[in-house]
């Protein structure tokens, strides 16, 4: 046994014989514990916090579980909650609250100032990052090694493991929301109709754009049996959440990802990477480099988690298409999302940009809409059906300039551009390098990424979502006006369609 094991397995028993703590707020338990390694750890993830507060360098992707600092929660896994579930069953659900929180405090710990770093208490001059991300990950295991052990104290967990949603009840009290909802309402039905005679309208070049199509990273047809065959593995999981491997991943993004045909006006069209200038408050896109973010995520339909995958492009504003434009600003974008059938096949593409905006739905022949349950609420938007797809086929996403509308999406297969992008993962937006040396994250502490904040944000306050407009993290995006709505519900999809898991005959 290592000296480590040994040290872990000698504070279990000391903890154990530490008697109970007040439950009113567990983490005090482990402040005050008369054992040294877990008040250490206590101190540890204390000290922690207060480095990342005081730096600003919160991550808000995922939601801290209030009196337990080594957990963190998504709207998928507080779905899940689960308190008369086996306590195998229970063990597997916090070590996933426990892993969220530890891939999140890598990013913070990754993002801290230097001298802010090396005044954390028990690093020696000098230390690595790694050092304070594996102190994390063995204190983390020592307090849910405890707390696991306590079934009051599991209960508290698995009570607090919720996302709170992201409208201010706040504001729609002052707005008077049971009124001014109805003339809001009224302007995204204008909205809609707008849409669905855009998408009937053949798209046309102007004169002023060219038009320039960006295809994914060449793979080989990857076929819905082997996909299948993936998914399969989820059986074996605990609550049926697939995890890939890297090589896996590379293959499924490129052979769902989607091409897109952009009109390109000026250089507002061109998307890129985002990067951090010197003393910049806002990252800039390069548009030397083509990069398409991805990131995987999950929808519950009935008993079954479904696989699905992120895309996520930026441009470097939207400009003004008239003098006085409130949706005008810096940054915007596209996200494009896929939900695959556990058969491989694809059920239904959704899409928002990057402020929660303008949500959209394509379903396949696979996917039927379901009525909505108050004709003032966004429900689920679809101006476009498509045929189902087959294998090698992709959808072509068009988009108009100035604004990145989508105006079209079809379906195209083989090699369709020679302008190829490449797919980067997500999470290095959550820390990139800087001019400086140090690292920092696109977003803010509170999901919004600074100065792109839009004017509309002083229209339409009253409906409740925090700086409409402006671009915000994953977890972050509210994407209805009327009714409350978020891109990542876990049963965003379970309520508005009805999905044909199984394949049937063409």
């Known amino acids: 046994m290592s000296t480590g094991a040994i040290r872990l397995a000698a504070a279990l028993a000391a903890a154990a014989l530490a008697g109970c703590a007040a439950l009113e707020r567990p983490f005090d338990a482990h402040l005050a514990s008369g054992v040294f390694g877990v008040r250490e750890c206590a101190r540890w993830f204390e000290a922690l916090d207060e480095a990342v507060v005081k730096a600003q360098a919160r991550d808000a992707q995922e939601t801290r579980v209030a009196g337990f600092p080594y957990l963190r929660v998504n709207r998928l896994l507080a779905s899940l909650r689960a308190p008369a579930a086996s306590p195998l069953e229970l063990r597997a659900y916090v070590e996933r609250l426990r892993a969220l929180d530890l891939e999140a405090r ?137 995890e890939l491997s890297a090589r896996e991943l590379d293959r499924v993004f490129a052979a769902y990802a989607p091409s897109f045909e952009i009109e390109i006006g000026g250089d507002f069209d061109r998307f890129g990477g985002l990067r951090w200038e010197r003393e910049a408050a806002t990252p800039t896109v390069d548009a030397s480099a083509l990069e398409v973010y991805t990131k995987v995520s999950h929808t519950r339909y009935g008993d079954q988690v479904l696989l699905q995958l992120v895309y996520t492009i930026w441009f470097p504003e939207r400009p003004p298409t008239h003098d006085g434009d409130i949706l005008a600003g810096r940054l915007d974008g596209l996200v494009w999302r896929v939900t695959i059938a556990p058969d491989g096949e ?161």
């Not at 295991?141 to 707390?147: E, G, K, Q, S, T």
């Not at 001014?180 to 995204?188: D, K, L, Q």
């Not at 696979?366 to 498509?386: G, N």
């Open 106 to 242: 890598g990013f913070e710990i990754a993002n801290l100032p230097r001298e802010v770093f090396d005044a954390l208490p028990g690093l020696y001059p000098g230390a690595e990052r790694s050092v304070a991300v594996r102190r994390s990950a063995e204190c983390g295991h020592l307090l849910a090694r405890i707390d696991l052990d306590r079934p009051e104290v599991l209960a508290q967990i698995i009570e607090r493991a919720r996302v709170p949603d992201d409208y201010s009840s706040a504001s729609r009290v002052f707005g008077i929301y049971a009124l001014t909802r109805i003339p809001f309402a009224a302007g995204v039905r204008r909205w809609e109709q707008s849409v669905r005679e855009r998408f009937r309208r053949a798209p046309t070049e102007a004169p002023s754009v060219s038009l320039v199509r960006y295809a994914p990273p060449g793979r080989p047809t990857l076929y819905y049996e082997t996909v299948a065959g993936y998914l399969g593995r989820a059986i074996f999981e605990p609550f049926g959440i697939l």
């Open 346 to 506: 694809p059920l239904i593409y959704d899409a928002i940009h990057p402020c929660g905006c303008f949500h959209m739905f394509f379903p396949t022949r696979r996917a039927r809409p379901r009525p909505a349950p108050d004709s003032l609420e966004e429900w689920a938007f679809v101006p476009q059906t498509l045929p189902r797809v087959q294998p090698g086929e992709r959808p072509l996403v068009r988009l108009a300039s100035r604004t990145h509308y989508i105006e079209r999406v079809s379906l195209v297969s083989g090699t369709d551009s020679l302008v190829r992008y490449q797919l980067q993962p997500y999470n290095t937006l959550r820390s990139m390098w800087d001019m400086r040396g140090g690292k920092r994250s696109v977003f803010g502490p509170d999901g919004l990424i600074a100065g792109t904040e839009r004017p509309e944000r002083f229209i339409f306050w009253p409906m409740g979502v925090d700086s409409p407009g402006a671009m915000r993290q994953w977890g972050r995006h509210a994407t209805a006006f009327v009714g409350r709505r978020h891109f990542d519900d876990a049963d965003l999809f379970e309520h508005r369609f009805e999905l044909e898991l199984e394949r049937t005959r063409r």
